[in-house]
């Protein structure tokens, strides 16, 4: 039986756009890409770039295009928006990214676009949530990139400390991709081992493995002051998203999902371990946390349930 043709659509070819571009293509994931952003020059250009790594990679159909190519296509990928400047916070994002967003969703569904959208421009858990209400789209078919970037991040550092492989790291960074997240140490494990056991053995405490999630929260700060922007990171835990979907893995990701009752939320997306698939959110995993987790989950939604009714107010203006 011969594979499924896969279309994606990239929107927004920025730094992150263009990163995910590439690795896509590194991996040869989705047989046909399209670019589409408001500099068309640009487009042409990187789909010109990108058509040459294919005799060394696999054959893609990658190309610029506009928001009718989404009319077929299996996945939208939205990475538009204003980036994050050196001290703002991704929160101080919020009411420019959402009317950009407003200028992108609508379109796409106008197209015919019966996929899925995959959301990755900060803060994303609000334009996550903002792309479900523009396009009204099921919750399973809106995805978040949510904590992926921060959970590798936490997990290369535990890595390094341990002397073990980041991905033997079973541990998650949840709640909000921003200042509120945080990482679900008390059940995290190395090799079906409790990490915190493991992390005594090599000499380290509860307070270190804190240590390395302040570290985690503030890299994207570092990485920015350094370079201007990270863009590597997230261009390769959103293609790592893609493939669950395009080939209907069934991979438990940590991603922004919707919630309804999870963790005893309600009505917004957040960073939480759930299995991701061709239908999308699959299953939220809800992590049984400790207390002490449980209340900085709760804080950190109401962060962004803060964040959410004032992004909205902007839409409506």
């Known amino acids: 039986m011969a594979l499924k043709h896969q279309k994606v659509v990239l929107v927004g070819d920025g730094a992150v756009g263009s990163s995910y571009a590439f690795a896509m293509m590194q991996q040869g994931i989705g047989e046909e890409f399209v670019i589409v952003d408001i500099i068309k020059k640009r487009t042409q250009g990187d789909a010109l770039d990108l058509e040459d790594a294919q005799v060394f990679t696999h054959p893609k159909n990658i190309y610029s295009g506009d928001y009718s190519d989404c009319k077929d296509a299996d996945m939208v990928v939205i990475t538009a928006g204003a980036p994050q400047k050196p001290g703002e916070s991704r929160l101080d994002l919020v009411g420019k990214n959402l009317k950009i967003l407003s200028s992108i969703v609508p379109p796409v ?32 078919k809106v995805v978040g990139s ?21 991905q033997d790291v079973n541990a998650y960074i949840m709640g909000e991709h921003g200042d509120s997240e945080f990482a679900d140490i008390d059940e995290a494990s190395v090799g079906n081992r409790p990490l915190l056991d493991v992390a005594k053995e090599k000499g380290l405490s509860k307070d270190d493995l804190l240590k390395i999630e302040d570290d985690t929260r503030k890299k994207a700060y570092n990485i920015i002051n350094l370079k201007g922007a990270t863009f590597y990171g997230v261009a390769t835990a959103l293609m790592r998203i893609s493939r669950a979907i395009l080939r209907d893995e069934n991979s438990v990701l940590p ?14 997306y957040i960073g939480t371990p759930a299995v991701v698939n061709a239908s999308g959110l699959a299953k939220v995993e809800e992590v049984p946390l400790s207390d002490d987790e449980q209340k900085k989950m709760q804080a950190s939604a109401k962060t962004l349930k803060e964040t959410i009714n004032k992004g909205m107010e902007v839409l409506k203006k």
């Open 146 to 166: 949510g904590t992926s970037l921060d959970t590798t991040r936490f997990q290369v550092e535990v890595g390094k400390k341990l002397g073990i492989n980041p």
């Open 255 to 268: 991603v922004g999902a919707y919630m309804n009752g999870e963790y005893g939320l309600h009505d917004l």
């Open 109 to 140: 569904v106008k197209s015919g676009f019966k996929g899925i959208f995959v959301v990755a421009a900060n803060p994303v858990d609000i334009l996550t949530y903002g792309t479900q209400k523009l396009s009204g789209f099921p919750k399973n």
